[in-house]
């Protein structure tokens, strides 16, 4: 048998509920992967609670649960290449990942997990990892910018002020006050969000700020256009499908090639750091799910099976 968080009606936390099930197993062309830990990411908990942002990824109940994960590959079906039973993995699969095993073809999002990388910090990556890079490659960002970073102290924003930070660029990201240590440990200069942001953005960086990077919404988008960053070194994943002023609207797909290499080699090398808030046994997916819900995690909360 193999657990799975599997949800039937859309819903809150409240819906998921781990029940038990065949184990699935490799078809041909396919993988199959003993999942041991799943890293939590806002789509997940959305796409469970809005049917319509379900619709548009074809998700319909019942459906499984979460999206990025690491584990081991324990079967392998015929055909299937560049995985062997036994390899250590990582990836991505769209309401499959919450379970003891999942199974999927291994021509998209799926790499080999370095040694010396857990798999708990694995599978945090996939999609905070690839929509920093993302978002930090749609603004062309380079060293000598000043880069203001909204929601900086969430899952993709501890990704994307470190590879500002190693890309040469000044940081400033938005958070609560509560959080201003917590992204100096990373060498962001902390802001607070909220009304004139851009004021206080003007503050501490009386020179400008050149380029910007909105992880939470819009209002970091706005506060650069009003400090005359132009629109298309502006960029965000959040704001929905009518970002302001022009800016560049982006997400993990357009991370491109080499993004993924480039942050486990950062992470090997010691210059990148996850920092990991929680850790749930999938037991407590609702609490795990309510805490990530609440939007205000520092890092990652992760699943481990
Ligand atoms: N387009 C894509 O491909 C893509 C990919 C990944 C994520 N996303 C979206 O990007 C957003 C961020 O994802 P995430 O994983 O980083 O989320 P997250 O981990 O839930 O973000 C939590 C962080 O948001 C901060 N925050 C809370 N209220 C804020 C506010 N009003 N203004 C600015 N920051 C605020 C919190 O800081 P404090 O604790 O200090 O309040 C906390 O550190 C989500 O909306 C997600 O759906 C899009």
């Known amino acids: 048998m193999s657990r799975a968080v599997v949800y039937e009606t859309f819903g809150g936390p409240e819906v998921l509920e781990l029940r038990d099930a065949p184990e699935p197993h490799a078809g041909p062309g396919e993988v199959r992967v003993r999942v041991s830990a799943a890293g939590l990411n806002p789509m997940d908990w959305l796409l469970a609670e809005r049917p319509e942002a379900a619709a548009q990824f074809g998700i319909t109940v019942p459906s499984g649960f979460g999206y990025d994960f690491a584990g081991v590959v324990d079967e392998v079906g015929g055909g299937a290449t560049g995985f062997a039973v036994g390899d250590r993995v990582f990836g991505g699969a769209l309401g499959k990942a919450a379970a003891d095993f999942l199974v999927k073809t291994p021509a998209e999002a799926l790499w080999h997990t370095p040694e010396g990388i857990s798999d708990e910090v694995a599978g945090t990556i996939p999609v905070a990892g690839l929509t920093a890079a993302a978002a930090l490659a749609a603004i ?166």
């Not at 357009?254 to 950062?266: F, K, L, S, V, Y």
């Not at 210059?271 to 046994?281: N, Q």
């Open 140 to 305: 062309d960002l380079r060293a000598g910018d000043t880069v203001l970073v909204g929601g900086a102290a969430g899952g993709v924003g501890v990704f994307a002020v470190q590879l500002a930070k190693l890309a040469g660029a000044r940081v400033i990201g938005t958070a609560s006050q509560n959080t201003f240590e917590f992204l100096r440990k990373f060498g962001a200069e902390p802001v607070a969000y909220g009304p004139r942001l851009a004021d206080r953005v003007r503050a501490l960086a009386p020179e400008g700020v050149s380029a910007a990077t909105d992880l939470f919404g819009t209002e970091t988008a706005e506060a650069a256009l009003a400090l005359g960053v132009p629109p298309e070194r502006i960029s965000t994943i959040a704001a929905g499908p009518n970002p302001p002023g022009g800016v560049r609207a982006t997400g993990g797909f357009d991370a491109g090639p080499g993004a993924m290499e480039r942050i486990t080699d950062a992470i090997l090398a010691g210059r990148l750091t996850v920092p990991i808030a929680a850790t749930f046994p999938i037991e407590q997916i609702r609490e795990a799910v309510a805490r990530q819900a609440g939007r205000h995690v520092h890092g990652k909360i992760v699943i481990t099976l």
